[in-house]
């Protein structure tokens, strides 16, 4: 619940459970602390606390020191036999799944039900033997302003945090290439500094981009809004991912996605309709995908429109009966558990 803070990116958990509140759904949420030992704690606490109350208890899974506070709080689930569900994230989940095996499955294993919110991460972790449901992350369209770009300039934006999975050297690269040919091209990097946000303003320092280049640093929801408008085309750079909000979010607008084929996005975006794939880290092909929609109206309108169409299939009201359907099996699930069926989710394989 770190986007209670200003300045911390709002997690899908925390959608979510504003989502369920205001339909009427009693939620108790945990935790906005950004200290990871007080947060941990605040769960721990919230979790004992509502223990007698609880019908069902959703833990956001998180790769790498954030997966202790999984395990923390599917262990208390466990101990109070709260009926969990488990929603796993991140590009890097399979890979830390390879290194941990034992780990991760021992934790997920406590789940009623595993929930992936793409095919990409279901499928990778399926080899472990993990299986889950895929219900898609979830955008408020309400707040989104559409617009379909019929045809667009070379106003790009690119939004994530500036780190090292992210690369946001190449997005510099490939502004600094398209300034060839498109003298006039515009780059906003907007994102919280994770350690290179220095190297980069310092790099398009040196490339003689510093004046067509803008940092507007983390974008609140009004911020996003006004940047989305104003920019035609949005870059994912990724090395790795796995199905971006923020991706989700420039579809909402209409903003025609270039992104790296990396992780979940090819699974995200149909290369073509929904958006243009390149490979990972490669500069010109990227510059040769941004030129095609600069001289392609059609294609520009294309993406525009389908990304739209992309972008409504996680809506409210489209994820909110999954949901819900998932909330009904969670009472079948208990009275499985009473007879001592197998539990759904990790295989003994």
Not at 67 to 90: E, M
Not at 123 to 137: A, Q, T, Y
Not at 209 to 222: I, M, T
Request: aromatic share 8%.
């Amino acid at each position: 619940m770190l986007g209670r803070k200003r300045g911390f990116v709002t997690t899908q958990g925390q959608i979510l459970a504003d989502l369920f509140y205001e339909d009427g759904y009693c939620v108790t949420s945990a935790s906005s602390q950004v200290n990871r030992v007080l947060r941990l704690l605040d769960v721990v606490i919230t979790i004992s606390r509502n223990r007698n109350e609880a019908r069902v208890l959703i833990i956001e899974a998180y790769s790498g020191p954030a997966f202790i506070l999984a395990d923390a709080a599917s262990l208390l689930a466990k101990i109070f036999n709260i009926p969990s569900i488990l929603v796993l994230h991140g590009g890097n989940l399979p890979e830390f799944t390879e290194r941990y095996p034992g780990w991760v499955k021992r934790v997920l294993s406590r789940a009623t039900i595993l929930v992936s919110p793409s095919s990409f991460l279901a499928e990778k972790l399926s080899v472990f033997g993990i299986k889950s449901r895929i219900i898609p992350n979830v955008i408020e369209l309400s707040n989104y302003n559409y617009r379909t770009r019929d045809e667009v300039s070379p106003k790009l934006l690119w939004m994530r945090a500036f780190h090292e999975i992210y690369n946001p050297q190449m997005a510099i690269e490939v502004f600094g290439s398209l300034r060839k040919k498109y003298p006039d091209a515009s780059l906003v990097m907007a994102g919280v500094d994770k350690g290179l946000e220095a190297e980069i303003k310092k790099m398009a320092a040196d490339m003689g981009l510093s004046e067509a280049v803008r940092f507007p640093g983390f974008l609140d929801h009004q911020a996003k809004i006004r940047e989305f408008s104003n920019a035609d085309i949005f870059l994912n750079t990724n090395h790795i991912d796995n199905m971006p909000v923020a991706v989700l979010e420039a579809c909402a607008m209409g903003l025609p996605v270039v992104a790296t084929s990396v992780g979940g996005i090819p699974y995200l975006l149909q290369n073509g309709e929904t958006g243009l794939l390149v490979p990972d880290g490669d500069v010109e092909a990227m510059v040769g995908a941004i030129a095609s929609l600069l001289e392609s109206n059609e294609l520009a309108r294309d993406l525009s429109v389908n990304g739209r169409e992309l972008a409504e299939r996680s809506s409210w009201e489209n994820v909110r009966p999954q949901w819900e359907e998932l909330f009904d099996e969670i009472q079948l699930e208990k009275k499985s558990r009473s007879l001592d069926l197998p539990i759904r989710g990790v295989t003994n394989e």
